[in-house]
């Protein structure tokens, strides 16, 4: 009689897990076909509309809470030899980013300074730079510099290490481009030939690719094409002028000399007076002169600034 | 009820609960004390399954009757007010799957990849151009296609996973 009655419960018990079982399986089973449904009919884009409104609860927190038992995401064994592989894998991961990282990270520090030259200079990414005169560059090894007056940079690529340039106006972020920096005092001038790269000034940032160029003008940003033919001249100590209008002329002077020129305010028609010309190795002083012949033109020089105050075609 | 058993459920159904009652009583702070509150039920008394024929209306139907109690308690005019909306759903089982279903879903998003995730969900979630991705984070439109097709790609295999 007892044994029949613990059968019974046996049973019941049994069949209580038994039914839990099958339970499950058809949630699992109504779950599949719902998803290979919405996997079919091409559903998934309307569905994921709401995934910014989509919580995900800490699980295990609750779990905890309510069971005051350990939570433990899916309890599966494994293969030892698993065990072993994925240690060993963990290993080797290790030993390769250690090598691969600390090689990465070693920093080569180096100032380059150029006085009355141009200096060309191979960073140890293989990214080319040339230093304009009474430039300074710092290298942190990482690519990462701080540049002070003017570099053109022809920046290796490497999607994953961002070329970084700090200058004191503004940081500007590039993965692999060919570009020109120029800063002055509270001035700042990037001009891209080619690429993209990003400049960052304090909460701003403009993205400018190649043929494009940026200023700061009263603090703000002003980007535009490249119109002059002379924007990376400085590199080669060339200029050339075919039509050029002559206040486009001094500004292309002004920028490859790296001196201001500035033409008073009361000179009309500049415009009209057209320059074709080219120069190569030449000085400001030289350039100057012929233009005094051609376009009978007045200039004053202050310390480090010249002054157009005439202009006469 | 064994343990495994509960966990199992627990599992499947803790989250798209909480989420269920966050969006349709605007409880999105008190959602997870009311889905706990159910499951604590659960847990201490240990009910018979067996006289249970549909665990997944069970359980929203258990959760949904809380928080209709919980506005009743909480006594605040408003809430009051707003309780006296709603009524109790029919078992609507195209809901309950419907959170489910999004729950499954919205996990296998967020296991991708987090460059592959994050360029998936500008594009496909925010609505962002590609143009404007591009711009943002300095890479290729072409690049972020292949992002694309490769999170499609992972989405739907890691889904098939759940075979029953």
Known sequence: MLSKIKNIIFKHKNNDVMMEKSQLNLWNEEQYENLKNLLQSNEIDSKIQDFNNYNFYNKSKAYEKITGEKYEAGTRTINPFYKYAAAASIIFILTWSFIHFTKDIIPTHQTFVSNNVVKQITLNDNSLVTLDKNSKLDYSGNREVVLEGRAFFNVTKDSKHPFTIQTAKGKITVLGTRFTVWTTGDNIEVAVEEGKVKYELDERSVILEGNQWMKLVNNDIVSSKITSSNTFSWQQNALTFRDTPIDVVFNDLSRHFGLPITLSANIKNKSKCLLTSSYKNESLEQVLAELKTLFNINIIKKDKEYVITAINC | ?164
């Open chain 2, 1 to 164: 009820m064994n343990k495994n058993t509960f966990k199992q459920i627990f599992n499947q159904y803790y989250n798209p609960l909480c989420n269920y009652i966050a969006h349709h009583f605007k409880l999105n702070e008190e959602a997870e004390d009311i889905v706990s509150d159910v499951f604590t039920h659960i847990w201490d008394t240990n009910p018979d399954f067996d006289k249970v024929d549909n665990i997944k209306s069970y359980l929203f139907t258990s959760v949904y009757r809380k928080a209709l109690e919980f506005i009743r308690h909480a006594k605040d005019k408003k809430t009051t007010e707003l309780s006296e909306k709603f009524v109790i759903p029919d078992d609507n089982e195209q809901d309950f799957n419907e959170y489910l279903l999004k729950d499954k879903l919205y996990q296998s998003i967020r296991q991708l990849p987090t460059k592959c995730q994050l360029i998936f969900v500008k594009a496909k979630i925010n609505g962002m151009s590609h143009k404007a991705i591009s711009e943002e984070l300095g890479i290729s439109i072409k690049t972020i296609e292949n992002h694309i097709t490769k999170a499609y790609a992972m989405i739907r295999t890691d889904l098939l996973k759940i075979k029953p």
